[in-house]
């Protein structure tokens, strides 16, 4: 079993780093948090802040476009490429399928997350800023972030388009940010269905505003533990369901 | 886990597969109550057009597909449970593999993809290159390689496990001359081996060289299924005669004992129904003497492209059957 998944895992993540895609948005990436010298003369004396800040959260936009748009051909292409075919007439369950699909976007995006916080401490030492390890707590829970944001991929890969799940996904991360405003709006809302409808998608998208915490990093306030736990653990159940929920359509899948 | 000796490696009960396709939903039969049994150690070939619902069958059989309703198993289980697929081999048709992969990596994830660890991996890698003599394009990324070296690597990925059973879809497919002898010499080894082979064509002349049974699928129907010999009846169907220096008082009256006939200068070609009709002919040339001779004399059988040409309806109906084996999505 354990063989099987990780041999799936294996060829995604062999295929993403194949891919130009992936190559194109870590450049960029880097690109992007190099950028934040050009910006400094703006900051007023709170350089050192507004870099940090714009490092982190390129980051952690870059590793979910990677998510959004490398997840979203997932399945998706191995049935368009047919290649589905060869994988599953091996000895490979469907659920096993989906679980080392998953895997190995998540080794991908550790390596991406790798990568790019290598870049943003070395542009910190370049530009004299000083770079605490302390930082790397934000860094963490953007990987929990990815772990929900990857499934929400997986989950439209299995049975969309990759534009459409890459839009569905990208949407989904978006909103995921507000959640907090929606449950304000089911408060206040006078509509029956206004209310209905933004409790729902309250309880059912993902609460991602809660894996941000660039904001206390970059100000050296002090961190929650008990909190960061509780996100960590709320990442994982709802990934797993997510996953479960794929695995079901799936498995269910006609080819 | 042997199964019992007289139990068929494939058998399917009234097996029937229904597209829905369309805006409209409209339905399609890829096939309609279809029996089947392949005892173990046998070739097999399945023969059909192209629509005709080889590919459907074949999908099933691998568990890729759900029949809509009837009965398919293989080694007397569902096709669908992965402990059935640790015993076969898959090729599909017109294979596409991951283009990013080199030979050598597509055969290292198709054996971890079978469960294969270690040392075992290296070793049936190394053995299926040599097999489909593709040693020389180990590490280089399939990209590159043509329809015959795909179709090559297709052949190494499903044997990679040392299946009991190799279904293939239309294996000839992109291969030349010399690639179909090769791989017609690896089926039969198979069979040497004890192996059952199943596959799928259009082209008669596979089936005819290393068959033991055809099957003959129609809009997904099992028309005949048995040996070439009973199926192809060895009764001759016409006699050719090519004639030369006939002239033409002569050539009038053989042109109507003849059923066909083709001039060309002083030689003529006619195509006589039997030996009494033949009989007719030699007794006029033997009247008409001075240079008219016979310069050959060729029985014609009936050949299973004649067999195709009687049994298949109109191209219509093919294609809409044709056109849903794709639809993966």
């Known amino acids: ?255 | 886990m042997s199964s019992p000796v007289n139990e068929p490696v494939i058998n399917t009960f009234r097996l029937t597969k229904v597209y829905r396709s369309g805006f409209r939903l409209k339905s399609v039969r890829a096939l309609d109550s279809l029996d089947l049994q392949i005892e173990k150690g046998e070739i097999f070939g399945f023969l059909g057009p192209n629509g005709a619902g080889k590919t459907t069958l074949i999908k099933i059989l691998m568990g890729l597909s759900k029949p809509t309703s009837g009965e398919a198993s293989v080694f007397g289980e569902s096709p669908r449970g992965a402990r059935v697929k640790s015993r076969v081999g898959f090729l599909p048709e017109s294979p596409y593999f991951y283009d990013y992969l080199t030979a050598a990596e597509f055969l290292k994830l198709s054996a971890g993809l079978s469960g294969m660890r270690g040392q075992e991996v290296a070793h049936s890698v190394r053995r299926l290159l040599k097999l489909v003599r593709m040693e020389h394009a180990a590490n280089d990324q399939m990209r590159g390689f043509s329809r015959g070296m795909l179709q090559r690597m297709g052949i190494a990925q499903a044997l990679i496990n040392d299946p009991e059973l190799v279904i293939l879809d239309e294996p000839m497919g992109g291969l030349d001359p010399v690639g179909r002898k090769e791989f017609r010499d690896i089926i039969v080894a198979l069979r040497e081996r004890g192996k059952t082979v199943f596959f799928s064509t259009h082209i008669l002349t596979d089936v005819e060289m290393i068959c033991d049974r055809v099957g003959i699928v129609i809009s997904g129907k099992m028309v005949d299924v048995g040996r070439l010999s009973e199926i192809l009846t060895e009764e001759v169907e016409s006699i050719e005669v090519a004639i030369a220096g006939v002239s033409g008082k002569f050539r009038k009256v053989l042109e109507r004992v003849a059923r066909h006939s083709i001039r060309s200068g002083d030689s003529l070609l006619l195509s006589v129904r039997n030996e009494s009709d033949l009989d007719k002919v030699m007794a006029i040339l033997r009247e008409a003497g001075g240079d008219a001779r016979i310069k050959s004399l060729v029985p014609q059988r009936k050949t299973l492209e004649d067999y195709f040409m009687a049994h298949v309806g109109g191209p219509a109906s093919r294609d809409a059957a044709g056109r849903r084996n794709h639809d993966g999505y």
Not at chain 1, 20 to 43: D, E, H, N, R, Y
Not at chain 1, 225 to 234: D, F, H, N, T
Request: aromatic share 12%; proline share 3%.
């Open chain 1, 1 to 255: 079993m354990i063989g099987r998944i990780s041999a799936v895992a294996s060829n995604t993540f062999r295929e993403a780093i194949r891919d130009k895609v992936l190559l194109t948005l870590l450049v960029f990436g880097v690109l992007v948090m190099g950028s934040a010298k050009v910006i400094q003369p703006l900051a007023l004396g709170e350089e050192s802040k507004v870099v940090k800040d714009l490092g982190l959260a390129s980051i952690t936009l870059f590793c979910v476009l990677i998510a959004v748009l490398v997840g979203g051909r997932l399945v998706y292409k191995e049935v368009e490429k047919r290649t589905i075919y060869i994988v599953l007439a091996k000895p490979v369950r469907r659920w096993e399928f989906v679980l080392g699909k998953y895997a190995g976007l998540m080794a991908v995006l550790l390596a991406s997350l790798v990568i790019m916080t290598v870049g943003f401490y070395l542009i910190l030492f370049a530009t004299g800023i000083d770079a605490p390890a302390y930082m790397l707590w934000s860094l963490l829970m953007t990987y929990f972030e990815l772990v929900v944001v990857t499934a929400v991929a997986v989950l439209f890969s299995t049975f969309v388009t990759p534009i459409a799940s890459a839009v569905f996904t990208f949407a989904t991360y978006v909103v995921g940010h507000l959640t907090r405003d929606l449950r304000l709006l089911a408060a206040m809302s006078p509509s029956p269905i206004v209310k209905g409808g933004s409790q729902f998608l309250y309880y059912v998208l993902p609460n991602l505003s809660n894996f941000n915490i660039r904001g206390e990093v970059v100000h050296n306030a002090l961190l929650n533990p008990q909190a960061l736990a509780l996100s960590a653990m709320y990442a994982v159940v709802y990934a797993a369901t997510l996953l479960l929920i794929s695995v079901f359509i799936f498995s269910r899948k006609d080819f």
